[in-house]
T-cell receptor, first 112, second 117 residues
Framework: GQSLEQPSEVTAVEGAIVQINCTYQ??????LSWYQQHDGGAPTFLSY????GLEETGRFSSFLSRSDSYGYLLLQELQMKDSASYFC?????????????FGKGTKLSVIP | SQTIHQWPATLVQPVGSPLSLECTVE??????LYWYRQAAGRGLQLLFY??????ISSEVPQNLSASRPQDRQFILSSKKLLLSDSGFYLC????????????????FGEGSRLTVL
């Protein structure tokens, strides 16, 4: 089976930097994705790592270490609108498709 | 551009009643299609995925079923709903096929919030 672990809640101050960690166990690993979901809304894609290292997209960066089965999402210059739930998701192959298995999510609260 | 729509957005159903949620995708051909369910305050659970017309794979045994009658149409059904079927149902697609088109990104519909009473 697959399992992903990420903190359930994180609180950070506006303008600060926050890191959300994710550890995983899975077979057929292809890559690690990150999604953002605001209350009542659908998840939206943030980033994807298939290889070790850091991927940067604006204020958001994501890191992957395949040997450690570990990744993190880094959010810089936090804004109030960043308050949302963040999910890591492991991408695995099988039966001709690529499935994403999601963690339980980390609820980020940005405070003034 | 690629778009995805699902409906209805909200529904309240009694226990034992049937269910049909529909999802359609535009702007892409032969997409991989997915149904996820999200319980309140929880992560997303993969229910079904499909790589082509009539091809359905089930991830979790339950009283739900899925069908793909057309290339860009994905339907989630139940003959008799249970209280535990309540949740936020999300349809998603991944455009294209093969590893070269793999960016780890799924496009999600707006979601269907189901309450079973």
């Amino acid at each position: 089976g697959q399992s992903l672990e990420q903190p359930s809640e994180v609180t950070a101050v506006e303008g600060a930097i926050v890191q959300i960690n994710c550890t995983y166990q899975t077979s057929g690993f292809y890559g690690l994705s990150w999604y953002q979901q605001h209350d009542g809304g659908a998840p939206t894609f943030l980033s994807y790592n298939a290889l070790d290292g850091l991927e940067e997209t604006g204020r958001f960066s994501s890191f992957l270490s395949r040997s450690d089965s570990y990744g993190y999402l880094l959010l810089q210059e936090l804004q109030m609108k960043d308050s949302a739930s963040y999910f890591c998701a492991v991408q695995r192959s099988g039966a001709g498709s690529y499935q994403l298995t999601f963690g339980k999510g980390t609820k980020l609260s940005v405070i003034p | 551009s690629q778009t995805i729509h699902q409906w209805p957005a909200t529904l309240v159903q009694p226990v034992g009643s049937p269910l049909s949620l529909e999802c359609t995708v535009e702007g892409t051909s032969n997409p991989n299609l997915y149904w996820y369910r999200q319980a309140a305050g929880r992560g997303l659970q993969l229910l079904f995925y499909s790589v082509g017309i009539g091809q359905i794979s089930s991830e979790v045994p339950q009283n739900l079923s899925a069908s793909r009658p057309q290339d860009r149409q994905f339907i989630l059904s139940s003959k008799k709903l249970l209280l535990s079927d309540s949740g936020f149902y999300l349809c998603a697609f991944r455009g294209g096929s093969g590893i070269l088109s793999n960016t780890g990104e799924l496009f999600f519909g707006e979601g269907s919030r189901l309450t079973v009473l």
